[in-house]
């Protein structure tokens, strides 16, 4: 029997509470995740109307090796973004992705808006839209658990997603969680969910899924599970996990302190390293499902709330992005109070990074005078973690015009307060790698404006030398070869076992070998298609701004060349729109 090479894809309508399947594309063309994302924007999606428009998809899709190799684990989010009204991808892990396979659904398109606040549920044998207006303003923990003990399941995989106050009041900074600790959390996918009055999605596969016949498969599959748990290439994720990061950056001088008035404070990182937080507050590891390495680190916060040694404690996830933003970026030096932080983030359903990168910016501002505690309600101190929690209170469900333009991105309220010099957003809140120009243009300027766009901050730690045509041929290519590993989807931090060839057999064995044959150039034909909707959206790379906060930054390279930056920018952008024709 030939290979079906479409996409069974889940049309749901929360207008009608109606759902329909419908096959659609050809994974020879987009393989799946970021390529059947971008094609399924562009069939669904209304590019001229704004991004909160019920008529905008909200997508969700998985490739076609998910479930069938180790570390095919995460899903896409697709959608038009209501931070920069441009189409936007987002990635998470968790429980989803195998969800969705169980569930035999390739891709999961949301559109309309429900009558009430809503949760979706949705599997191989029902699809049901729930009136859940009791679960408004409640944080994503509480709606969790409340989702869990009224809708028990006896599916093999089940994954909820939710909002909280932050995606209901629309901030553009908010994300869904995943889970519990895993998230699409970029570029405002929390307001698109809660513009459509969708507090939650759970999604149940309860179906079961043969292994290929033949040996090929176990072999191919044993082979990369070995490559994964017995060398020493996934060591770093399992150990220590990416907040190993913190004290390498900071000995860089590539660490940004305090809104990124440094690059380093030798004083005080080893207090917020990877390595005190795995001495002092690790409390376990876990996995996102079908991934044998165990990359989720989660610390034990502990806190006493009555004086009679009466104690609570939260469990919180962390890794190097939200330590960085919640913990250098805010100049904070106690372990326990950035998870403290982290944790009322994780309660808003903010993203982590634009949510202590923002701050960082208001609380600058206030010390500059360009805002008065009048607007921030809360004295902002760098290091005062006690008024970055009440802050973030005002962040999800904002009681003012400071607090409701800085939940639109920190650049909404820096144009308004004129301060945008020192504003820390490349394309959106930066990500925690002061590495250098090649990372600024690639962060500010890539598809998902994210240091995984492409490798930037690593070029700029190799390379010495400052050629523009090689650093943009590098952000190019780099970008092609992620385009692979996303419409898979695999977890990037699985790139060195997924290369080009690793993947044409995973897909030969599972019996797609005309799409096997066709991967570099469906990688390209992807990145194509991405930039393509982009532009559809109304991209444009000379609007792209870099502020002057990024010129000022002294790395262990020396200061930063302001005409290398931007003739670099010059050049991608060229390249980017090229790419988009």
Same mark, same amino acid.
């Given at each position: /029997?030939? *290979?079906?090479?479409?996409?069974?894809?889940?049309?749901?309508?929360?207008?009608? +509470?109606?759902?329909?399947?419908?096959?659609?594309?050809?994974?020879?063309?987009?393989?799946?995740?970021?390529?059947?994302?971008?094609?399924?924007?562009?069939? $669904?999606?209304?590019?001229?109307?704004?991004?909160?428009?019920?008529?905008?998809?909200?997508?969700?899709?998985?490739?076609?090796?998910?479930?069938?190799?180790?570390?095919?684990?995460?899903?896409?989010?697709?959608?038009?973004?209501?931070?920069?009204?441009?189409?936007?991808?987002?990635? *998470?892990?968790?429980?989803?992705?195998?969800?969705?396979?169980?569930?035999? &659904?390739?891709?999961?398109?949301?559109?309309?808006?429900?009558?009430?606040?809503?949760?979706?549920?949705?599997?191989?044998?029902?699809?049901?839209?729930?009136?859940?207006?009791?679960?408004?303003?409640?944080?994503? $923990?509480?709606?969790?658990?409340?989702?869990?003990?009224?809708?028990?399941?006896?599916?093999?995989?089940?994954?909820?997603?939710?909002?909280?106050?932050?995606?209901?009041?629309?901030?553009?900074?908010?994300?869904?969680?995943?889970?519990?600790? #895993?998230?699409?959390?970029?570029?405002?996918?929390?307001?698109?969910?809660?513009?459509?009055?969708?507090?939650?999605?759970?999604?149940?596969?309860?179906?079961?899924?043969?292994?290929?016949?033949?040996?090929?498969?176990?072999?191919?599959?044993?082979? &990369?599970?070995?490559?994964?748990?017995?060398?020493?290439?996934?060591?770093?994720?399992?150990?220590?996990?990416?907040?190993?990061?913190?004290?390498?950056?900071?000995?860089?001088?590539?660490?940004?302190?305090? @809104?990124?008035?440094?690059?380093?404070?030798?004083?005080? &990182?080893?207090?917020?390293?990877?390595?005190?937080?795995? #001495?002092?507050?690790?409390?376990?590891?876990?996995?996102?499902?079908?991934?044998?390495?165990?990359?989720?680190? %989660? +610390?034990?916060?502990?806190?006493?709330?009555?004086?009679?040694?009466?104690?609570?404690? #939260?469990?919180?996830?962390?890794?190097?992005?939200?330590?960085?933003?919640?913990?250098?970026?805010?100049?904070?030096?106690?372990?326990?109070?950035?998870?403290? %932080?982290?944790?009322?983030?994780?309660?808003?359903?903010?993203?982590?990074?634009? +949510?202590?990168?923002?701050?960082?910016?208001?609380?600058?501002?206030?010390?500059?005078?360009?805002?008065?505690?009048?607007?921030?309600?809360?004295?902002?101190?760098?290091? !005062?973690?006690?008024?970055?929690?009440?802050?973030?209170?005002?962040?999800?469900?904002?009681?003012?015009?400071?607090?409701?333009?800085?939940?639109?991105?920190?650049? =909404?309220?820096?144009?308004?307060?004129?301060?945008?010099?020192?504003?820390?957003?490349?394309?959106?809140? /930066?990500?925690?790698?002061?590495?250098?120009?090649?990372? $600024?243009?690639?962060?500010? /300027?890539?598809?998902?404006?994210?240091?995984?766009?492409?490798?930037?901050?690593?070029?700029?730690?190799?390379?010495?030398?400052?050629?523009?045509?090689?650093?943009?041929?590098?952000?190019?290519?780099?970008?092609?070869?992620?385009?692979?590993?996303?419409?898979? %989807?695999?977890?990037?931090?699985?790139?060195?076992?997924?290369?080009?060839?690793?993947? =044409?057999?995973?897909?030969?064995?599972?019996?797609?070998?005309? *799409?096997?044959? @066709?991967?570099?150039?469906?990688?390209? @034909?992807?990145?194509?298609?991405?930039?393509? %909707?982009?532009?559809?959206?109304?991209?444009?790379? !000379?609007?792209?701004?870099?502020?002057?906060?990024?010129?000022?930054?002294?790395?262990?390279?020396?200061?930063?060349?302001?005409?290398?930056?931007?003739?670099?920018?010059?050049?991608?952008?060229?390249?980017?729109?090229?790419?988009?024709?």
């Amino acid at each position: /029997m030939p *290979a079906d090479y479409t996409f069974r894809v889940l049309l749901a309508d929360l207008a009608t +509470g109606k759902g329909e399947y419908r096959r659609f594309g050809d994974k020879r063309e987009v393989l799946g995740g970021s390529g059947l994302a971008a094609a399924l924007y562009a069939e $669904f999606g209304r590019p001229e109307l704004p991004a909160l428009d019920p008529a905008q998809p909200l997508i969700f899709a998985i490739g076609p090796l998910t479930g069938c190799f180790p570390m095919m684990s995460k899903t896409v989010c697709g959608f038009k973004s209501p931070y920069n009204e441009r189409f936007a991808e987002s990635h *998470a892990g968790g429980r989803l992705a195998l969800s969705l396979r169980f569930a035999h &659904i390739d891709a999961l398109v949301i559109r309309g808006r429900a009558p009430t606040l809503s949760a979706l549920s949705a599997g191989i044998r029902h699809f049901e839209l729930q009136d859940t207006h009791y679960l408004k303003g409640l944080d994503v $923990f509480t709606t969790g658990k409340m989702l869990r003990k009224m809708r028990r399941s006896a599916a093999g995989h089940r994954s909820i997603l939710r909002i909280g106050p932050a995606g209901e009041n629309l901030s553009a900074i908010a994300c869904i969680n995943v889970d519990s600790y #895993r998230h699409f959390g970029r570029l405002g996918a929390g307001a698109v969910m809660g513009s459509k009055n969708l507090k939650a999605i759970l999604v149940e596969g309860a179906s079961a899924m043969p292994a290929p016949e033949g040996k090929a498969f176990a072999a191919l599959y044993k082979d &990369i599970h070995m490559q994964l748990t017995t060398t020493e290439m996934m060591t770093k994720y399992h150990d220590l996990g990416t907040a190993q990061n913190m004290a390498v950056m900071n000995k860089l001088r590539a660490l940004p302190w305090r @809104n990124m008035q440094t690059t380093h404070d030798d004083e005080h &990182i080893a207090a917020i390293s990877g390595e005190t937080f795995a #001495r002092e507050l690790l409390l376990r590891k876990t996995a996102c499902t079908g991934c044998p390495v165990g990359c989720v680190h %989660v +610390g034990l916060l502990r806190e006493q709330f009555a004086k009679h040694n009466d104690v609570l404690y #939260r469990q919180v996830a962390y890794d190097h992005e939200p330590v960085f933003a919640t913990g250098s970026m805010l100049g904070m030096t106690n372990a326990s109070d950035v998870l403290a %932080v982290l944790d009322e983030i994780e309660r808003q359903g903010l993203d982590a990074i634009s +949510g202590g990168v923002s701050l960082a910016w208001a609380t600058e501002a206030l010390e500059r005078g360009a805002v008065t505690e009048e607007d921030t309600l809360v004295k902002l101190s760098f290091g !005062d973690a006690a008024a970055y929690r009440e802050a973030l209170g005002h962040l999800g469900a904002p009681p003012n015009e400071f607090w409701r333009l800085l939940a639109q991105g920190t650049l =909404a309220a820096a144009k308004r307060y004129n301060a945008e010099d020192y504003a820390c957003v490349l394309g959106q809140e /930066m990500a925690g790698y002061a590495t250098g120009e090649v990372f $600024f243009v690639s962060q500010a /300027m890539g598809l998902r404006h994210s240091h995984l766009d492409s490798a930037g901050y690593s070029y700029d730690q190799k390379e010495q030398g400052k050629d523009v045509a090689k650093a943009v041929s590098f952000m190019v290519e780099d970008e092609r070869q992620r385009c692979a590993l996303t419409s898979m %989807v695999a977890c990037l931090f699985a790139r060195s076992a997924y290369n080009e060839e690793s993947l =044409a057999k995973a897909l030969d064995v599972l019996g797609f070998p005309e *799409a096997a044959a @066709n991967v570099p150039q469906a990688a390209a @034909n992807v990145q194509k298609l991405r930039w393509k %909707v982009k532009f559809s959206t109304g991209f444009d790379p !000379d609007e792209v701004k870099i502020p002057k906060r990024y010129r000022e930054v002294v790395t262990w390279k020396g200061p930063i060349d302001a005409d290398y930056l931007q003739e670099l920018q010059t050049a991608y952008g060229a390249a980017i729109r090229e790419l988009g024709r």
